[in-house]
């Protein structure tokens, strides 16, 4: 039997969205950094704690920013998870960088901080870490071992915003951080991201880099009377249509996340039962950390054959989904990248995983469909 088709995404508008563009459109101020952003920024840092925070075209272009902004050159080394979206590891190996990959951890799916320190070589340059689910990776261990060994550490939270670590907010807390907009995060503007200049020396060189490589912000705070090409940059910031969306959707980012989370929690009241039963594993999420909201996922009992689920899901129109293909397995992350270690975990968790609908207005008697559907599609093993 199938019911009506419950999404696995719907974006979710606050409703001033078209307001303020309107606004900018009837100010003509169409290009990047004009009120908007400046207001975007500003309420940013204030949140954030970050020294800078610059708006760009997506978290991809913010990683990317990162990767240039750490002088990332061919052959220098970056140890991040496998199991992450393509972008953290495309930002670094557009420099010429390789990608190593290094295991996750049981619980939160996050890097595993323990295997770090042995994946470290005299080209390691960084540490990209990746805050799965919205819940944050060990930061406290992470900085240590990048202090010790002179590494920088970009912190990639798309997933992460408005979520904590200890009390300090994820993207934060690393020497760069990277936000997503994206249609299919919490916050916002269809295509979207930012990039948190956390390291003060690096806020110059981050303008510079987004405005295509010249001082052009120099110029228009009126520290220099003209602009030049300064560096190497691109065109990393976004127009002023998708910041004034993106206002109408930061105004609002503590009731999106309390709405996603009670979602979240009815789902994890849910499927306790199931849990009891042994057959999926619920998100954990350490004391330390304050979560998002951002994703809800259980990992199914190894035996249970996950596209058989995702099959019947498809037939019962429940957009139920598995995630990430790991990096080191994909046909890219072969050639560009290499593996530190044991991947076990990684393969094992990524295998079994499967995410189900979040998203503001999803009804009680829809979420109560899903959970249904897993309970009766574990149950039978598939
Ligand atoms: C969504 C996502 C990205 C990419 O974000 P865009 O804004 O679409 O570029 C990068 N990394 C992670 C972990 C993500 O979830």
Sequence with gaps: MSGQKIPFNWPHMTGKELYYIAESHFNGALAGDGPFT????????????????????????????????????????????????????????????????????????????????????PRTKAIAVVHYAGVGCEMDA?????????????????????????????????????????????????????????????????????????????FFRGQVDKYTWQEVGSSFLPGELIAAFLWAQLEEAERITGDRLETWHRYHDLLAPLEANGLVRRPIVPVECRHNAHMYYVLLNPETDREKMLAESRRQNIG???????????????????????????????????????????????????????????????
């Design 320 to 382: 139920a989904v598995f995630h990430y293909v790991p990096l080191h397995s994909s046909p890219a992350g072969q050639r560009y990248g290499r593996v530190h270690g044991e991947m076990a975990m990684t393969d094992r968790q990524s295998a079994r995983l499967v995410r189900l609908p979040l998203w503001i207005g999803l009804a009680n008697a829809q979420q109560d469909r899903v959970v249904e559907f897993l309970v009766n599609a574990a149950k039978s093993n598939c």
């Design 38 to 121: 400046k207001r975007c920024h500003k309420w940013l840092e204030e949140q954030t704690g970050s020294a800078k925070v610059l708006l760009t075209h997506s978290c991809t272009a913010a990683l990317e920013m990162a990767a240039l902004l750490l002088n990332i050159a061919p052959g220098d080394e970056i140890i991040m998870p496998s199991y992450t979206f393509v972008s953290t590891a495309n930002a670094f190996v557009l420099r010429g960088g390789i990608p190593v990959f290094v295991d996750i951890r049981e619980d939160t799916l996050n890097i595993d901080e323990t295997l770090i320190e042995a994946a470290i070589t």
């Design 142 to 218: 992470i900085m240590d071992i990048a202090r010790r060994h002179g590494l920088k550490v970009v912190e990639d939270a798309a997933q992460g915003v408005q979520a904590t670590y200890k009390g300090r907010v994820l993207g934060s807390i690393g020497d760069l951080g990277a936000y997503s907009f994206h249609e299919t995060k919490n916050v916002i503007s269809g295509e979207g991201g930012a990039l948190l200049v956390n390291a003060k020396d690096c806020i110059q060189r981050a303008e510079i880099i987004r405005e295509k490589g010249t001082d052009r912000s120099r």
